[in-house]
């Protein structure tokens, strides 16, 4: 693919906690930052989502006694994975990568902030109706396709792929800039959701 004026990078939730050494580290989560500086340096446009909890979020599994993290609950939303405490609002699992060049991003969508529902998706909520106002920030500024990278490739990232398509703007994932939890299955079956949906994905951008 080539790169346009219109394009966005979507740089998703490269933060400390989900690195390795954080609270819920993706496995070789820290070999996309590389990967996405280089993809930043070549784009017009860049936003960043951040993971973005307050204490006692509903999604950590700390908040449902005698839950284990990794689990799955039923919220009024549909289900939920438990998690591990992570990107607590302020701390230093919250922050960015510190590798990670932020200085040329236009917008940082904060998502998770609100306690009683998690947030994968760049674009809503996990009802699926709250909206982040991401999809009316590309309009508005004339963005036609959004280019992610990012972390996990199979809850954030997928969710953000899906939610553009839905909202009609031409997708692709670049999978050298991305790793997965991949829990039970959960990269094999994002790559196919992301695929029936329409989403490309590239291993780089030429």
Not at 41 to 52: E, I, K, P, S
Not at 86 to 107: M, N, S, V, Y
Request: glycine letters at 10%.
């Amino acid at each position: 693919m080539k790169i346009a004026p219109d394009d966005l990078l979507l740089i998703i939730d490269v933060q400390s906690d989900f690195c390795p050494g954080g609270a819920l580290a993706v496995a070789d989560g820290d070999a996309v930052v590389p990967v996405v500086n280089r993809l930043a340096a070549r784009f017009d446009h860049v936003v960043l989502t951040q993971d973005w909890h307050p204490a006692g979020h509903s999604s950590f599994a700390t908040s449902h006694p005698g839950t284990a993290a990794f689990s799955s609950i039923t919220m009024p939303y549909g289900p939920q994975t438990l998690w591990p405490d992570h990107c607590i609002q302020g701390t230093a699992g919250a922050a960015f990568h510190p590798d990670l060049a932020t200085d040329r991003a236009e917008l940082v969508i904060r998502k998770g902030f609100r306690g009683a529902i998690d947030s994968y998706s760049a674009f809503f909520e996990n009802d699926r109706k709250t909206p982040t106002g991401l999809a009316g920030y590309l309009r508005e500024r004339g963005l036609k396709r959004v280019v992610m990278a990012g972390l996990a490739t199979d809850f954030c990232v997928q969710y953000s792929a899906l939610d553009a398509r839905r909202l009609g703007f031409e997708t692709t994932v670049v999978l050298s800039g991305c790793r997965a939890i991949d829990l039970g299955g959960s990269l094999a079956a994002a790559t196919a959701a992301m695929r029936e949906a329409g989403v490309a994905l590239v291993e780089d951008v030429a």
